[in-house]
Protein backbone atom coordinates (compact mmCIF):
# COMPACT_ATOMS: atom_id res chain seq x y z
CA UNK A 1 0.00 0.00 0.00
CA UNK A 2 1.29 3.17 -0.85
CA UNK A 3 0.98 6.86 0.62
CA UNK A 4 -1.05 8.26 -1.49
CA UNK A 5 -3.52 4.95 -1.23
CA UNK A 6 -3.39 5.24 2.85
CA UNK A 7 -4.50 8.97 2.10
CA UNK A 8 -7.07 7.48 -0.13
CA UNK A 9 -8.51 5.39 2.74
CA UNK A 10 -8.09 8.09 5.35
CA UNK A 11 -9.89 10.40 3.50
CA UNK A 12 -12.76 7.68 2.86
CA UNK A 13 -13.19 6.07 5.91
CA UNK A 14 -13.16 9.86 8.24
CA UNK A 15 -14.97 11.72 5.64
CA UNK A 16 -12.75 13.92 5.38
CA UNK A 17 -10.71 15.63 2.28
CA UNK A 18 -7.98 14.34 0.86
CA UNK A 19 -5.89 17.32 1.36
CA UNK A 20 -6.76 16.89 5.22
CA UNK A 21 -6.14 13.39 5.25
CA UNK A 22 -2.67 14.15 3.74
CA UNK A 23 -1.62 16.58 5.92
CA UNK A 24 -3.10 14.49 8.89
CA UNK A 25 -0.47 11.56 7.51
CA UNK A 26 2.48 14.25 7.38
CA UNK A 27 1.83 14.99 10.81
CA UNK A 28 2.00 11.75 12.40
CA UNK A 29 4.91 10.70 10.35
CA UNK A 30 6.80 13.87 11.52
CA UNK A 31 5.99 13.25 14.99
CA UNK A 32 7.19 9.84 15.07
CA UNK A 33 10.34 11.06 13.41
CA UNK A 34 10.70 13.72 15.78
CA UNK A 35 10.22 11.31 18.63
CA UNK A 36 12.82 8.87 17.68
CA UNK A 37 15.09 11.33 16.63
CA UNK A 38 15.55 12.00 20.59
CA UNK A 39 17.98 10.56 23.01
CA UNK A 40 15.63 7.28 24.15
CA UNK A 41 13.41 7.64 21.14
CA UNK A 42 10.44 5.83 21.24
CA UNK A 43 6.85 5.51 19.85
CA UNK A 44 3.91 3.56 21.10
CA UNK A 45 0.71 2.50 19.62
CA UNK A 46 -1.13 0.24 21.98
CA UNK A 47 -2.77 -2.59 19.72
CA UNK A 48 -0.52 -1.90 16.66
CA UNK A 49 2.81 -1.80 17.99
CA UNK A 50 6.21 0.05 18.87
CA UNK A 51 8.79 1.96 16.92
CA UNK A 52 12.07 2.35 18.78
CA UNK A 53 15.57 3.61 18.03
CA UNK A 54 18.12 0.78 18.37
CA UNK A 55 21.81 1.43 18.01
CA UNK A 56 23.83 -0.80 15.77
CA UNK A 57 27.83 -1.75 16.31
CA UNK A 58 30.57 -1.36 13.85
CA UNK A 59 31.29 -4.42 12.43
CA UNK A 60 33.40 -5.91 9.76
CA UNK A 61 31.72 -6.89 6.51
CA UNK A 62 32.93 -8.01 3.38
CA UNK A 63 32.64 -6.94 -0.34
CA UNK A 64 30.28 -9.40 -2.51
CA UNK A 65 32.56 -8.56 -5.73
CA UNK A 66 35.78 -8.72 -4.49
CA UNK A 67 35.74 -10.40 -1.08
CA UNK A 68 38.10 -7.49 0.56
CA UNK A 69 36.85 -7.18 4.19
CA UNK A 70 35.57 -3.48 4.85
CA UNK A 71 34.35 -1.66 7.80
CA UNK A 72 31.01 -0.97 8.79
CA UNK A 73 30.26 1.89 10.39
CA UNK A 74 27.88 2.19 14.03
CA UNK A 75 24.53 3.67 12.97
CA UNK A 76 21.20 4.10 14.39
CA UNK A 77 18.28 2.59 13.16
CA UNK A 78 14.60 1.84 13.56
CA UNK A 79 12.98 -1.33 15.12
CA UNK A 80 9.28 -2.44 15.03
CA UNK A 81 7.74 -4.55 17.00
CA UNK A 82 3.68 -5.52 16.37
CA UNK A 83 1.35 -5.47 19.25
CA UNK A 84 -1.14 -7.92 20.06
CA UNK A 85 -3.99 -6.89 18.10
CA UNK A 86 -1.67 -6.76 14.73
CA UNK A 87 -0.36 -10.08 15.13
CA UNK A 88 -3.45 -11.88 15.84
CA UNK A 89 -4.92 -10.02 12.63
CA UNK A 90 -2.29 -11.11 10.33
Given at each position: MTKAEIVDKMAKDSG???VAAAAALNSFMESVSKSLKKKDGKVTLVGFGTFSKIRRKAR???????GEPIKI???NTVK????KKLKESV
Open positions: ISKKGRNPQTKATFRPG
